[in-house]
């Protein structure tokens, strides 16, 4: 991950990185900065992670987070830093938020995914978001500053749930359980 040290002292922020529609790095921003009303398209991640009963791990996102803060989503998201892999990237994010250390556990690319959300604060995702599975038995420590809340749920649930109660769920993490769903992930 590629740090930039802050002017005003020791604080660190996170670089993310800039990508035209063909996922051709061009250029790198703060994170802080650059999520706004005309956020640019990044890189990001977002990953699944299950246990062996086929439940998915959620996380309730922090209230104090700039985008789509209390809402429940899928286990981590994040954004691979300049010259980071999305697996590396991925195992960086389940350590920092969830004080997961996976090691050897394997984490599948499933498939590209491309989105453009707006929260209710007017703040904009707008990603190229690869979607991430991994299995693990695991009970995480979480992030407050990351994670207000968390639980294991059946995957068909999951998908239950997010028929009915959709705006309780981040949107990447609704078209993304579909998408899982229709390629038919326990089955691969």
Known sequence: MSLVRSQAGPL???LVVLVDEQNSEIGTADKNIIHTADTPLHRGFSLFLFNSKKELL???RAKNKKTFPGVWTNTVCGHPGPGENVVNAAKRRLKDELGIRLGSISIQE???YRYR???VNGVVENEICPILVAYAEIEPKFNFDEIDDW???SWNEF???IKKNSQAYSPWSVEEAHILQKLDIFNR
Do not use: A, C, V
């Open 58 to 60: 959620l996380t309730k």
């Open 159 to 161: 998908l239950e749930d």
């Open 110 to 112: 499933i498939t590209p």
């Open 151 to 153: 639980k294991w749920i």
């Open 12 to 14: 660190m922020s996170e």
């Open 117 to 119: 959300f707006t929260d």
